[in-house]
Structure formats: structure tokens, C-alpha cells
């Protein structure tokens, strides 16, 4: 199974900031790697994927970029509306796996 | 718009059996391949299983192999998910979600959309 290990944890950054999430997979993904973010009490919607392709309607301050096995998710100018929880999904081989999620709150 | 509409969740106990049900509006269900994916309380996401746009092909997580089931009726737009031998460790908020693919019949194993969820909780 492909193992897939996010950092940080949490992270707490004021409105303008630019954040950065990382997604390591414990192999290569040729590309294959997805985000999602969960509002909380809601169900989670996707961002991105391919690495890099943003889903229809995703504000473009959110932008994906990567290879091989690492790989980052960028808010350009954090918006109080992104308080979410962010994950990683890789899609390269099943049994499809998450990473362990990012928190990002409002400084 | 898409919607898909989670039900049949509750309260069983250890090692009895539940039966979900997903229905689906707003595209073509038949040409799509569809996912459940689960989350415990206060946790993270776990993929549960997919299945292809004409049932001919299902793929399940570790934790669930042999005692989940997932189907679907294309006739009535409707996604199953069979689960025996519940544990407590089965406890979750259990999500359909349509696969977001490059084109009908074409699996490419990203969740979008999702429907609302429906909470299973095994508890004796």
C-alpha cells in the first residue's frame, strides 16, 4: 500500500498569508495525487488533481505542483472562508489512500 | 446538478450486518464509476471501496476485504454497500461520491462530488 504522510499537522496564518501544504508519498505517484478540503460538519470537496489541475469552480489563490513523490498544495492569499481541513489522496494504485490531513485556522 | 443522497446508516451491533444505499441525480449514473469512502469520529479519510460504471469491476480497502460488499442498480441510480461481521472500529461517517473522470467509463479514482454521509455506529 502506498503510504502518504502530510505536514504540518495545523497551521494557523493570517488573512493574506500565503500557506503552503506537503504531501510525501512512500513511492512514486507519476503524477497520480489529488487534494480535497473539508469545511468542518461538511463533506469534503475536491481541489485538485493530477498534481495540478484545478477542479471547476476552485478559486485560482489554490494551485497544486509536485512530482515523483512529494508534492505541495499553495493558498496564494489565505481567505477566511478556507478554514478547513486539507487532505492528500494519491490515485496511482489501489487500495487508494489519504493522507492524515492539515488544519488551517485564522491567526 | 449532481446529487447523491446517503441512507440506511444507524446503530448495529458487533458482527451484525447493515446495507447502504446511495441515490444518484443529475448525470449519468451507468457510466460512471462510484467510491464510498468513510470517516470515524474526529479522524481522518479512508477509502472503502470503488466499483466501475458496469459492476464488472470492485476494488476494496485492507480494513474492509471479505466482509464488505459494494453494488449498484443502474436501473434505479442506486450505489449499495453490503456490510457484514461490523466491528467497532467500523464506526464512521460513510460517503458515496461520484468518480470525477476524464470520460464515461473511464475510472480515475478522484471523489467528486460527495454526498452528505450517513453515520454507522457499531456499539453493543
Known amino acids: 500500500d502506498i503510504q502518504m504522510t502530510q505536514s504540518p499537522s495545523s497551521v494557523t496564518a493570517s488573512v493574506g498569508d500565503r500557506v503552503t501544504i506537503t504531501c510525501r508519498a512512500s513511492q512514486g505517484l507519476s503524477g497520480w495525487l489529488g487534494w480535497y478540503q473539508q469545511k468542518p460538519g461538511k463533506a469534503p470537496k475536491l481541489l485538485i488533481y493530477v498534481t495540478s489541475s484545478l477542479q471547476r469552480g476552485v478559486p485560482s489563490r489554490f494551485s497544486g505542483s509536485g512530482s515523483g513523490t512529494d508534492f505541495t498544495l499553495t493558498i496564494s492569499s489565505l481567505q477566511p472562508e478556507d478554514v478547513a481541513t486539507y487532505y492528500c489522496?494519491?490515485?496511482?494504485?489501489?487500495?487508494?489512500?489519504f493522507g492524515g490531513g492539515t488544519k488551517v485556522e485564522i491567526k | 446538478q449532481v446529487q447523491l443522497v446517503e441512507s440506511g446508516g444507524g446503530v448495529v451491533q458487533p458482527g451484525r450486518s447493515l446495507r447502504l444505499s446511495c441515490a444518484a441525480s443529475g448525470f449519468i449514473f451507468r457510466s460512471y464509476g462510484m467510491h464510498w469512502v468513510r470517516q470515524a469520529p474526529g479522524k481522518g479519510l479512508e477509502w472503502v471501496a470503488v466499483i466501475s460504471y458496469d459492476g464488472s469491476n470492485t476494488y476494496y480497502g485492507d480494513s474492509v476485504k471479505g466482509r464488505f460488499t459494494i453494488s449498484r442498480d443502474n436501473s434505479r441510480n442506486t450505489l449499495f454497500l453490503q456490510m457484514n461481521s461490523l466491528r467497532a472500529e467500523d464506526t464512521a461517517v460513510y460517503y458515496c461520491?461520484?468518480?470525477?473522470?476524464?470520460?464515461?467509463?473511464?475510472?480515475?479514482?478522484?471523489?467528486?462530488?460527495w454526498g452528505q454521509g450517513t453515520l454507522v455506529t457499531v456499539s453493543s
Open positions: 489522496q494519491q490515485a496511482k494504485s489501489f487500495p487508494l489512500t
Open positions: 461520491a461520484k468518480d470525477h473522470s476524464s470520460g464515461p467509463e473511464v475510472l480515475d479514482n478522484w471523489f467528486d462530488p
